[in-house]
C-alpha cells in the first residue's frame, strides 16, 4: 500500500507500508540514488515472517515530491520523524543503507531515537564518507567533486558508473537497467544536492549518541562506503555489533540476499 505523507514546507513523502496490521515494524531509508524499491527483495520476504515493513523515498528521490531545496541531513531527518509522527510509528527497528545510514544517524541524535528501539546502519556513510584532514577514511573529496560534474554534464553515464561499483554479485544487464531506472526517477538537483551534502557535514557527534541496540553491517569488497567506516561506527555506538559480510560489496541487502534477511529478521525479532 502506497501513500503520501505532508512533512515541512508542504512537501509530499511517498511512502509503501507493508502489512501494516503487523506490530513489528521495520522502517527502511534507501541510499543514494535509489529510493524504497532497493529493497524489493526484502520487502518479498520479510512481510510474510510477520514484520510491518515500511520504505520512506528521500526527498528528491522515488516518487516523493523533488523541491529545489532541503537536502542537508537535519531535513532529511526531520523528513523521517515527519513520517513516524503521522503513522503514530513506535518501538520500530530502523534501518538505514548508505545515505539513508546517515540520515539515520542524524536522526537518532536531532531527534533523541524517538520512536526507534532498535537501529541496523547497512553500509552507512558515517560519520563522514570523504576523507578529511583529521579524518583519513573514505573517499576522496576530488572523486565527489568530479561526481557532482559528471551529475550536472551526464546524469545517466555517472550512475552507470556508480552502478557497476555498487554491487559485488554478479548481476544481470536487465538488473543494471532496473537499477539505472532507479536512479533516474531522482531529480537531478537533488541528485547533486546530496552528493554536496556528503562534504559538507560530519555526523562524529551523532554516532557517540545512539544507546540503542544497534547491528551494523558492512560488505567487507564495499567500493562506495569502505568497511574501515563500519569499524568507526562500531567504535562509536557502545551498544553495536559489527557483522562483515564477506561476499559483499554496496549492496549486502541483494549480494548476500537469504544471509542479510535472516541476520535482519532476527535482529529486529531480538533473536541476536
Known amino acids: 500500500m502506497g501513500y503520501y505523507v505532508t512533512v515541512q514546507d508542504n512537501v509530499n513523502i511517498y511512502v509503501e507500508d507493508l ?9 527502511f531509508l534507501h541510499g543514494w540514488p535509489g529510493s524504497h524499491k532497493l529493497f524489493e527483495y526484502q520487502f518479498n520476504v520479510l512481510p510474510s515472517l510477520g514484520f510491518r515493513c515500511i520504505g520512506i523515498d528521500t526527498r528528491g528521490f522515488g516518487d516523493s515530491d523533488k523541491p529545489f531545496c532541503g537536502y542537508d541531513y537535519a531535513r532529511l531527518a526531520d523528513d523521517v520523524r515527519g513520517v513516524i509522527d503521522a503513522l503514530g510509528l513506535k518501538d520500530i527497528t530502523l534501518v538505514g543503507h548508505s545515505t539513508g545510514g546517515s540520515i539515520a544517524v542524524k536522526y537518532m541524535g536531532r531527534h533523541h531515537q524517538y520512536g526507534v528501539s532498535k537501529l541496523v546502519l547497512v553500509a552507512a556513510a ?10 583519513p577514511y573514505g573517499a576522496d573529496k576530488d572523486a565527489i567533486l568530479n561526481m557532482i560534474k559528471a551529475t550536472y554534464e551526464d546524469r545517466p553515464n555517472m550512475l552507470t558508473n556508480f552502478g557497476n561499483s555498487f554491487f559485488f554479485k554478479l548481476i544481470t ?4 537497467q532496473w537499477f539505472l531506472q532507479i536512479g533516474l526517477q531522482a531529480a537531478g538537483w537533488a541528485t547533486a544536492a546530496v552528493e554536496k551534502t ?6 562524529f557527534q551523532e554516532l557517540s549518541e545512539i544507546t540503542v541496540p544497534t547491528l551494523i553491517i558492512h560488505g567487507i569488497h564495499d567500493k562506495v562506503v569502505p568497511f574501515e567506516l563500519g569499524e568507526i561506527q562500531h567504535q562509536y555506538i557502545k551498544s553495536s555489533t559489527l557483522m562483515p ?4 560489496g554496496h549492496a549486502s541487502f541483494y549480494d548476500q540476499m537469504e544471509e542479510f534477511n535472516k541476520v535482519l529478521s532476527d535482529f529486529a525479532k531480538g533473536n541476536c
Open 126 to 135: 558515517a560519520p563522514s564518507l570523504i576523507k578529511r584532514p583529521d579524518f
Open 173 to 176: 544487464y536487465p538488473f543494471s
Open 245 to 248: 559480510f564477506e561476499f559483499s
Open 19 to 27: 502489512n501494516p496490521d503487523c506490530k513489528d515494524t521495520i522502517l
Open 198 to 203: 556528503w562534504i559538507e557535514e560530519v555526523l
